[in-house]
């Protein structure tokens, strides 16, 4: 089964920046090609959030609004990991982030993943989650 694991998290300064890690394991007859990762996010009292989606397999990435410019989205094939470049960090970035899987089976194709990719209930796997914290 596939299983993510989430790192890179912890306290900064707002202005500053963070890198996030998922590594992807557990593929049997698939590979890293085979699904999308998303990254989501969870603040304290609302909603768990899709910030950044990527499709390894072609390179195509998507950003919610108010991460777009600031987060970059990238992959590492040989090491199967994605990444969350995070820059410019501001308070409102605080959360618990999470790195989760969806299968390539699920969202077809990426013109159809671009339309679906923040809905978190669409994703199978998920990984454990990493707290990020920004001090203003």
Not at 26 to 44: M, N, V
Not at 73 to 100: E, R
Request: some cysteine; aromatic content about 12%; proline content about 2%.
């Amino acid at each position: 089964d596939v299983q993510l694991q989430a790192s890179g998290g912890g306290l900064v300064q707002a202005g500053e920046s963070l890198r996030l890690s998922c590594t992807i394991s557990g593929f049997t007859f698939d590979s890293l090609d085979d699904y999308a990762i998303g990254w989501f996010r969870q603040a304290p009292g609302k909603e768990r959030e899709g910030i950044s989606c990527i499709n390894p397999d072609d390179g195509a990435t998507f950003y919610r609004g108010s991460v777009e410019g600031r987060f970059t989205a990238s992959s590492d094939k040989a090491k199967n990991t994605v990444f969350l470049q995070m820059a410019n960090l501001n308070p409102d970035d605080t959360a618990v982030y999470y790195c989760a899987a969806i299968s390539r089976l699920l969202y077809g194709n990426t013109r159809h993943l671009k339309s679906t990719w923040k809905n978190s209930n669409r994703y199978d796997w998920w990984g454990q989650g990493t707290q990020v914290t920004v001090s203003s």
